[in-house]
Antibody, heavy 122, light 106 residues
Framework: EVQLVESGGGLVQPGGSLRLSCSAS????????MHWVRQAPGKGLEYVSA????????YYADSVKGRFTISRDNSKNTLYLQMSSLRAEDTAVYYC???????????????WGQGTLVTVSS | DIQMTQSPSTLSASVGDRVTITCRAS??????LAWYQQKPGKAPKLLIY???TLESGVPSRFSGSGSGTEFTLTISSLQPDDFATYFC????????FGQGTKVEIK
């Protein structure tokens, strides 16, 4: 059974940093590209970042480029999102998402974690 | 960037109704479109990919159609478990979501 368990969310002040983790199980983590998608309270889904199966390719939405860094440790079956210079508008539930393929582009999202809430407020 | 526009934003329907949700892309995305269902407080769940391919375990009352820039999700006979928010997503050029359609009880 595929499982994605996010952790690391919480309350952080504007300008602060936070690192999210996503522990994966039930599938061969190293063979799939992974993504982060967020959802502000009561809002729709917003794409955040992607990483290929071997970590060699990454992609960021313009809204987070230069502030967030996606990475993965295939030996630990774990996906990360390092977030810095956080703003109030980054407040959202952050979902870890598995795709249906190994490369960065051309695949849909076939499994989502339950999400972790990040609140940016003073 | 490709923009995705869903309509309607909210849909009121009764159990047993046939329901159709439309998603329009700002440029052609071939058949690279997926649909997701999200219930309150839960993660989105994949329903359909490549416009019309049903994900394993998804009831056959769900179907998808379209190509190019216009796509539809149809629920042939709405069931109590189907009241939720539905999102379309293009994955032809990076990834973009529609704004969502909330299906509520009439």
């Amino acid at each position: 059974e595929v499982q994605l368990v996010e952790s690391g969310g919480g309350l952080v002040q504007p300008g602060g940093s936070l690192r999210l983790s996503c522990s994966a199980s039930g599938f061969t983590f190293s063979t799939y590209a992974m993504h982060w998608v967020r959802q502000a309270p009561g809002k729709g889904l917003e794409y955040v970042s992607a990483i290929s199966s071997n970590g060699g390719s990454t992609y960021y939405a313009d809204s987070v480029k230069g502030r967030f860094t996606i990475s993965r440790d295939n030996s630990k079956n774990t996906l990360y999102l390092q977030m810095s210079s956080l703003r109030a508008e980054d407040t959202a539930v952050y979902y870890c998402v598995k795709t249906s393929g190994s490369r960065l582009l051309g695949y849909f999202f076939d499994f989502w974690g339950q999400g972790t809430l990040v609140t940016v407020s003073s | 960037d490709i923009q995705m526009t869903q309509s309607p934003s909210t849909l009121s329907a009764s159990v047993g109704d046939r329901v159709t949700i439309t998603c329009r892309a700002s440029q052609t995305i071939s058949s690279w479109l997926a649909w997701y269902q999200q219930k309150p407080g839960k993660a989105p769940k994949l329903l359909i990919y490549k416009t019309s391919t049903l994900e394993s375990g998804v009831p056959s009352r769900f179907s998808g159609s379209g190509s190019g820039t216009e796509f539809t999700l149809t629920i042939s006979s709405l069931q109590p478990d189907d009241f939720a928010t539905y999102f379309c997503q293009q994955y032809n050029s990076y990834w973009t979501f529609g704004q969502g359609t909330k299906v509520e009880i009439k």
